[in-house]
């Protein structure tokens, strides 16, 4: 909360406490939906009700739109089922559907009951779509009108459709089978003589996405072609619904939190947790993670265990076991986030698997010398050894190099193998090359000192 | 390239072949600046002025505002200078400022001498600014009329700047001292009697920006409050330029990879490079981490060292080193990455420190608990001793949770200093926490031992 809204809320617990709740109406009705939703935050259930109830359908509908799933549902049953029904009437179709769908099936429908029968076919008609993909994402509340009308027409639809299409981005132009011809933004209906058919100005190139595509794509594509809204079709060609920019706004947040959460180990779900609730949902989202990255450690575990003599008889080569593991995980982390994230925005084609490798195993001969080297000469500074020096030189020289190559090749892997290339990241891909590099470390000194005649 | 625009390019190939250049402005009307940029990569710079000089300016100038900085220099000059005037003169004053921000200063002196006066001025203004803040990222490419003015006018106005302002999301409403006052959307001039004066329809409530406000700042503005574009204005309340959604997106997408390769310890201009390109500026980016992690991970290699005598009396204890290193950076990489996304996205407030680390504490306690649990029965099992197995347990269990609690802490820390939190994370907590593993892993063997009489 800002200092501004802080005060209000100051203002609004004082007039609830005097118990002239009519006059929350004046003092809110200036506010953003977006804050008085944060704002709401800050009372209990039942005050929230009492605030709410206060305000006009409109601004508590979009207030409500703005608000956790969670919080919805309970403001709603706490408003009882007239206002309630009269605020989901006045909520955007896609916003109802988004909040109907986090609801068990017997919840979802007497919610539904509560509204017209008309907006309740039209909800129940995107719940069909998977959450996550185009259909899931759009709004049916778009105009569109066939490429025969005049433009002084299509502006007396907008004016008779303004109560219901609050925001139109762009007018869609149809033909006689709904199928998607051409797409005019408000700017060439303003800027054109009113008796021109909308066939003579509109665009016939029109980015438009499916039904099923999923929200990841919807969004590179409005963003790489700088739409405000984009056109969802089905298989038919035949326009179905937008999907507006604000909401791709939301679903690009949403999914860098998953790469995010998924590279550190953590479930998405944990999303959609207050940060400061409760901790047994936290704890389901990490302790899977954490427990199987345990046992997956216990492999470099037993490598290390099974070079004791060697480590008995030659102290110094305990001093780089970290260094060797953290260094290869640290190496490899570099190499599969960018290409991860390379993937992820579509800059690296996974077609281009060996352009890639060849670049990260290039960099890794180069960092690895240059590691190497230092270490080398670390080893022989700090433990006067010559041998320890080049034992530890060559063995980072190896591992990062092959480090650097497991980053690049293991994105790609995942996706060919049709997972998310996210979660190999960081935790997942150090604890692999802990094994890796205690393997090839130790079996490095072995050899080293065997030559020597040491060993 | 997707299907469609290879065969574009197969077809612009062999055109070039046959020395055909003519037919390609044909071929190519019907391709979205977008893709033409993408498609343009794949040829080499001489074909690209050739293909380039073909199209009509407007269509040239989107085309060069999708392309990268070097790529847009190299094509303008081999455009000419006439040509590369008018194709500058074309594009958005913003694109141009991006694109003359990124030369030298010498270069950049030529390039605007090659536009028009007044937006070559236009240009330097924006040059102000820092790249990454509001005034670096807006345009100035609105419009902007008086309270006093019909809709009538206003709709004339519109015509009138149409060639400029091809993109008018919101007209902006200002005083005689160019303050901001009010907003309206183009919707609202359709819906409005002709004769109606702004005043009465405007919004008076309107969400803006500062000119020196961090890009960051700006974007979730935006999104928070489903904007398509917002208003930029100076300490004194004028109107000085807007942000539009899609530069927004653009903003979401390039922080969001450079928290996720902060992470990964990746300098952020590494974002810029290509990936298949050259290596030099990858190593430059990657080294100096690699280099700083691998002394630090040399503070853990002195603690394991220095317990030598400890491994070779009790051999089993070197199995866990790999587990309570990799567990303890896997806790806190978890907590941090919760952390450090919520106060990037605003979820987790900089004043929330306590809460936030008595919630990771708890979750610490659990998930430690559950962990040195089952590493406490491995080590039961599979080195049949007891000891083993209550040094293995215990010594995770505080590992965990002070992971966990150090999680929590640190970016709270970091954002105090004035640091980006991003930066501690993946990589640079696992080597902090190596060191505090092997601490409290070896000093409590050492005390079970002890008390024991085996040591």
């Known amino acids: 909360l800002n200092q501004e809204l802080m005060e209000v809320r100051d203002q609004v617990t004082l007039l609830l406490k005097a118990q002239q709740t009519e006059q929350v109406a004046g003092l809110l009705a200036a506010v953003h939906p977006a804050d ?25 509908a979009e207030t409500i739109s703005e608000m956790e ?56 008609e995107l719940l069909e779509f998977p959450p996550d993909s185009a259909g899931g994402l759009m709004t049916t509340e778009y105009i569109a009108v066939p490429a025969s009308m005049s ?26 089978q709904n199928q998607l011809v051409g797409v005019l933004s408000l700017r060439d ?5 009113p008796e021109t058919p909308v066939r003579e100005i509109m665009r016939t190139q029109v980015v438009s996405v499916r039904l099923l595509d999923d929200q990841e794509q919807v969004a590179r594509i409005v963003s790489r072609y700088n739409l405000l809204a984009v056109p969802v079709v089905d298989d038919a060609g035949r326009l179905r619904g937008i999907v ?23 479930g998405e779900e944990e999303q959609d947790l207050d940060p400061y609730g409760h901790i047994w949902e936290a704890i389901r989202s990490r302790l899977p993670w954490l427990l199987g990255l345990l046992f997956l ?21 305990s001093f780089f076991i970290t260094t060797m593991a ?18 992820g925005t579509g800059e690296i084609q996974p ?24 270490i080398g000469l670390i080893g022989l500074i700090v433990h006067h050894n010559l041998l320890v020096g080049v034992i530890a030189g060559l063995a980072l020289f190896v591992n990062l190099t092959l480090a650097k190559a497991a980053g690049a090749l293991v994105p790609f892997l995942m996706v060919s193998l049709g997972l998310d290339p996210a979660v190999a990241s960081g935790p997942f891909i150090a604890t692999i090359t802990d094994t890796t590099s205690m393997l090839i470390y130790f079996n490095i000194a072995a050899a080293v000192l065997r030559h020597a005649g040491l060993q």
């Open 244 to 266: 507006t920019a604000d909401d791709v706004m939301d679903v690009m947040e949403e999914e860098a939190t998953e790469d995010i959460y998924r590279a550190a180990g953590v």
């Open 189 to 193: 209906l303003i800027i054109t003589n």
């Open 297 to 317: 450690s216990m492999i470099s575990g037993k490598v290390i265990e099974h070079f004791n003599n060697l480590m008995a008889a030659a102290g110094a080569l």
């Open 69 to 124: 799933p969670e919080d919805q549902v309970a403001l709603l049953r706490a408003l009882g089922r007239e206002r309630a029904g009269h605020i989901l009437q006045q909520m955007s179709v896609d916003d109802v559907a988004d909040l109907v769908g986090e609801l068990p099936p017997d919840q979802a429908r007497s919610l539904l009951q509560w509204m017209d029968r008309e907006d309740a076919a039209d909800v129940q």
């Open 351 to 374: 077609s281009q698997v060996l352009r890639v490798l060849w670049r990260e195993v290039r960099v890794g001969l180069v960092v690895g010398a240059v590691c190497g080297l230092v």
């Open 36 to 60: 008085l939703a944060e704002l709401l935050k800050e009372f209990d259930p039942s005050e929230r009700a009492m605030i709410l109830a206060q305000l006009p359908a409109e601004l508590a």
């Open 151 to 176: 433009v002084q027409s299509v502006i007396e639809e907008l004016r008779r459709l303004a109560p219901d299409v609050e925001t139109p981005y762009y007018v869609y132009v149809v033909n006689e």
């Open 326 to 343: 953290g260094g290869s995980g640290n190496a490899a982390t570099q190499s599969l986030t960018v290409v991860v994230r390379g993937l």
